[in-house]
C-alpha cells in the first residue's frame, strides 16, 4: 500500500477528497549556501608566495638584440617657412625690438601699427616655437631669455629708437624687453641710453671737429717757435738798419761843421 510505496503521489491515494489540501507546495530551486568567503591564513599566504614560480631572465635583454627606432619628426614645411622670415627679420633689419605684448582691442592695435608706419617700424607677430629654434643657432642666443611669453618684433631697417619709444609710451599694454641695433644687445636701459645719443650726422661731425682740433693746435704750437724766431730777426734787422742810417747821418754832420 502507501507505506510501502511512499514514492507514489499523495493525490494517487484511494483517499477521500474531504481531507486534500487545495494547493500543494513543491520546494524548488539551488540549496541554501552553506560555505561563505573565508581569507587565506597568513602562514599559507607566505608559502604560496615563496613558492610561485618566477621564470628565469634572459642573460641577454631584449633591446640588446633589436635597435630602439626613435621616431621621425616629419619637417614640416610651413614651419620652415616662418623661421626663413625669422632669419630675414633679423638679417635685413638694423633694429629689431622685442616686446611682450598683452590683449589689447584690435582698434588699438591698427592704431600702434599705423603710428609705427609713419617712423618705417613694422610689428611681427611670432610664435615662441618658431623663434627660438633659430635664434639657438644664430649669433643672437643671448635673446632667447625674452621670449617666454606673447612676443612682437618691431622691427625697422633704420635706428629708429627715439621714435619707437615715444610711441609706446602710449601703449602701456606693450612692454619693451630688449632690442639688438646694429647687430649689438641692448636691454631697456640701453635702449633709452641709446636714444639720448645724438643722430650719426651729428656725432660725425663733432668727431670731425674733434680730430681736426688737434692737429690744428699741433701746428699752431710748431710754428710758434719759429714765428718767435722770425719777428727777433726783424727786429734785430731794423735795429740794424736804424744804427746804420744814425752813423751816416752823423758823419754827414761833422763833415760839414769842419768845411764851415
Not at 54 to 64: D, G, K, M
Not at 149 to 174: D, H
Amino acid at each position: 500500500s502507501l507505506a510501502a510505496r511512499p514514492e507514489l503521489c499523495l493525490s494517487c491515494a484511494p483517499l477521500s477528497s474531504a481531507w486534500l489540501p487545495a494547493l500543494q507546495l513543491v520546494r524548488r530551486g539551488s540549496k541554501a549556501v552553506t560555505r561563505h568567503w573565508k581569507a587565506m591564513h597568513f602562514q599559507r599566504q607566505k608559502l604560496m608566495a615563496v613558492t610561485e614560480y618566477v621564470a628565469p631572465r634572459p642573460a641577454i635583454p631584449p633591446r640588446c638584440f633589436t635597435p630602439r627606432k626613435e621616431p621621425v619628426e616629419k619637417e614640416d614645411g610651413y614651419r620652415r617657412l616662418l623661421q626663413q622670415q625669422v632669419q630675414e627679420v633679423f638679417r635685413d633689419n638694423r633694429m629689431v625690438a622685442v616686446c611682450q605684448f598683452n590683449s589689447m582691442p584690435d582698434e588699438d592695435v591698427v592704431l600702434l601699427k599705423h603710428y609705427l608706419r609713419k617712423h618705417n617700424i613694422q610689428v611681427k607677430f611670432v610664435l615662441n616655437e618658431i623663434v627660438r629654434p633659430v635664434l639657438s643657432q644664430s649669433k643672437y642666443q643671448n635673446l632667447l631669455p625674452l621670449f617666454v611669453a606673447r612676443n612682437i618684433l618691431l622691427v625697422s631697417p633704420e635706428t629708429k629708437a627715439k621714435e619707437m619709444l615715444r610711441v609706446l609710451k602710449g601703449v602701456p599694454q606693450v612692454n619693451l624687453l630688449g632690442a639688438c641695433i646694429d647687430d649689438t644687445i641692448l636691454s631697456r636701459q640701453g635702449v633709452e641710453n641709446f636714444a639720448k645719443l645724438p643722430s650719426l650726422e651729428a656725432a660725425q661731425g663733432q668727431t670731425v671737429g674733434a680730430l681736426a682740433l688737434l692737429p690744428s693746435q699741433t701746428s699752431s704750437l710748431l710754428q710758434r717757435g719759429p714765428a718767435h724766431l722770425t719777428a727777433l730777426l726783424d727786429q734785430h734787422l731794423r735795429r740794424l738798419r736804424e744804427g746804420d742810417t744814425g752813423g751816416r747821418a752823423g758823419d754827414m754832420g761833422g763833415t760839414g761843421g769842419d768845411t764851415g
